[in-house]
């Protein structure tokens, strides 16, 4: 099953839902549920249990759904356009460590070539 079809099917469930009385109202009560979805997975990584670990973060990722369905974002078009931004970035670091000349950098490196990147 594709993910596109994974997500609709998300937000059927989550539509389900809303006709029993069961959504979200306000925003600022799905970002608090997505801080707390967040605590939980670091909790779950903290205790190094992959099947925790999967269970929070599928519960993290079904509310930012649900985020992403209360503000009418699709989600496709999310993920494309986060890919698009990223890939930008992506070659302006290899540009810089072209310049460089190195092919694989070190965390402090790489603050270093980011932020050399962002002040451009």
Excluded: C, V
Excluded at 6 to 27: F, M
Excluded at 69 to 85: E, F, G, P, T, V
Aim: aromatic share 4%; proline share 1%; glycine share 2%.
């Amino acid at each position: 099953m594709k993910s596109k079809n994974l997500i609709d099917e998300s937000i059927k469930l989550q539509l389900d839902a809303k006709a029993l009385g069961l959504d979200w109202i306000e925003l600022a009560k799905i970002i608090s549920k997505i801080r707390e979805e967040t605590d939980e997975l670091e909790e779950a990584i903290d205790l190094d249990n992959q099947a925790h670990i999967k269970e929070e973060l599928g519960d993290l990722f079904f509310s930012l759904i649900s985020l992403s369905r209360h503000l009418n974002i699709d989600m496709d078009d999310l993920n494309k356009s986060a890919n698009k931004k990223f890939k930008k970035r992506l070659d302006k670091i290899k540009d810089e460590m072209n310049k460089r000349n190195i092919k694989y950098a070190e965390p402090s490196e790489m603050i270093d070539i980011w932020r050399a990147i962002k002040n451009k």
